[in-house]
């Protein structure tokens, strides 16, 4: 398997439910990101992991709860969430998180988890 | 703080002509960089085309090419020969690049939608 792949492809849940997003990359890059795409609204970054390092935290609710166990994976660990939470989640992946600007540094996209709280 | 406007919500052309989608940024930065991504309805953000700021040259992919105008802090995403597999939302992204933390900031996006 190729790129960036992301599980559940979809998700509902109800507020008191805890469930977790998982995204997976295998491209060899040291960076990953979760992104939230509400309707209408800018993406907007949440977490940045560079070589398994928190380095981004974007005043993100604790009831979002980032793991990355390894390079290749990252989770969101989600729990008692609100229905405004409901949203597609990005995650995306980078050859690094600090690049400086001294490269090019794209970042590759999964497809997306499209979470449902009810 | 830094910030992208898209300001064509949404956007119509006839397959085989050309396209002009508007970005306009805003930073007190000297060293940024300028993509644009196209997120079909499959949900997937796909790169298409890198501007940084101290490049002189307008960035060109293929049939993507990047109108970017410095002074006037622009970088208009511009699609020759449109297909109808061009429909998608396209979004314009900034990323600070005098930082440690690569982030990018995004806009709110323009549908395309190609008809024949």
């Known amino acids: 398997e190729t790129g960036v792949t992301q599980t559940p492809r979809h998700l509902v849940m109800g507020m008191t439910n805890k469930k977790s997003l998982k995204c997976e990359q295998h491209l060899g890059h040291n960076a990953m990101y979760w992104y939230k795409q509400s309707a209408k609204k800018p993406l907007e970054l949440m977490f940045v992991y560079n070589f398994k390092e928190q380095t981004e935290n974007n005043s993100v609710p604790s009831r979002f709860s980032p793991e990355c166990p390894n390079s290749s994976h990252l989770f969101l660990h989600l729990h008692t969430l609100q229905p405004e939470d409901s949203a597609l989640y990005l995650c995306?992946?980078?050859?690094?998180?600090?690049?400086?600007?001294?490269?090019?540094?794209?970042?590759?996209f999964g497809p997306g988890t499209r979470l449902t709280v009810l | 703080a830094q910030k992208i406007t898209q300001t064509q919500p949404g956007m119509f052309v006839q397959e085989k002509e050309a396209v002009t989608l508007d970005c306009t940024y805003d930073t007190s930065d000297q060293s940024y960089g300028l993509f644009w991504y196209k997120q079909p309805s499959s949900g997937e953000m796909i790169f298409l085309i890198y501007q940084g700021s101290y490049d002189e040259q307008n960035a060109t992919e293929g049939r993507y090419s990047l109108n970017f105008q410095k002074a006037r802090k622009s970088a208009n995403l511009v699609i020759s020969a449109s297909q109808l597999g061009d429909s998608a939302m396209y979004f314009c992204a900034m990323r600070d690049e005098s930082y440690n933390t690569d982030k990018l900031i995004f806009g709110t996006g323009t549908r395309l939608q190609v008809f024949p």
């Open positions: 995306a992946s980078s050859p690094t998180g600090d690049s400086g600007g001294e490269i090019y540094n794209e970042q590759f």
